[in-house]
């Protein structure tokens, strides 16, 4: 029983890390873009 809540909880921080990772890709993307053109 105590297992299904971490492994949950893991997999919702690797949810939400891989969500702030990709915004932030697109920022850098979004500046790099700006700056150049």
Known sequence: MP???SRWMAASL???NGFIMKS???LVILTSVISTS
């Open 3 to 5: 297992l299904y809540p």
């Open 14 to 16: 690797y949810l939400k």
């Open 24 to 26: 932030l890709n697109t």
